[in-house]
Structures are given as structure tokens and as C-alpha cells.
């Protein structure tokens, strides 16, 4: 071999080695290429489970959130409807009271006459009895 091959020789062997390394480095390369997809990939489905489950939570929180108002309606009108029930039976309880006292004040009235006419009756009882014994002792001294 002569002096010119053997320099063709190692410049081709020299370009052999290059080209391996090239290749290792371009197999590295998309090994770290293919990990990146992967990973970009994962975060991607990751942020799709994320915004699905952020729209669900959305709209659950949106069904609360009526449902709460339905709620606080239901309450309102249970609480007005309570209130005026109870007003109502206040009133009828005060008109029942009226009567009530009413009802008394006469009695009482008339208890009082009743009183007053048993006083007048026990009075007369008295008188009754004070002239029968007047006419008792008038009878008997005529009698007698």
C-alpha cells in the first residue's frame, strides 16, 4: 500500500468514525426527541383531564348554585307563608281575647247584680221575718 492509500485509508476510516458518532448522536437525539413527545403527549391529556374536569366542576357548581336559589326561595316563601299564618292566629287570638273579656266583664256584671239582688232578697228575708214575728207576737197576744 502506498502512502496515498494509506492516507485515503485513514481519511476514510476518520469519516467512518464520524459517521458513526453522527449516528449514535442523531439516535440520542430522537430517543430524547421521542421522550419529549411522550412527556408533551402526557401533560397535553393531563390538561384535558384537567379541562374536563374543571367543566364538569363548572357545571356542578352551577347546579348547586340554583339549586341553592331554589332552595332560598323555598325558604322565603315558607317563611312568609309561616308569618302570615302566625299573624293570623295572633289576630283570631286577640279577637278571642276581646271576647273573652268581654264575656267576663258582663259576667262579672252580672254576678255583681246577682250579689247585690241577694243582699236586697236577704234583706227582705229579714224584714219578712222581723214582721212574721211581730204578727206571730200580735197573734198570740190576741189569742191569748
Known sequence: MTECQLTQTKKLVH?????????????????????????????????QFSQKKQESLKV???????????????????IDSYEQQLIGALMNQDKQKEIYERKVDKLTYERRQLDMRILS????????????????????????
Open 15 to 47: 469519516l467512518l468514525e464520524e459517521r458513526n458518532e453522527t449516528v449514535d448522536q442523531a439516535k440520542r437525539m430522537l430517543a430524547v426527541y421521542k421522550d419529549m413527545m411522550y412527556r408533551v403527549e402526557r401533560a397535553q391529556n393531563k390538561l
Open 60 to 78: 356542578n357548581f352551577d347546579r348547586i348554585v340554583k339549586h341553592c336559589s331554589i332552595m332560598e326561595e323555598k325558604i322565603n316563601h315558607f
Open 121 to 144: 232578697l236577704t234583706e227582705e228575708v229579714k224584714q219578712k221575718d222581723l214582721q212574721n214575728r211581730e204578727l206571730k207576737i200580735i197573734n198570740h197576744q190576741l189569742l191569748s
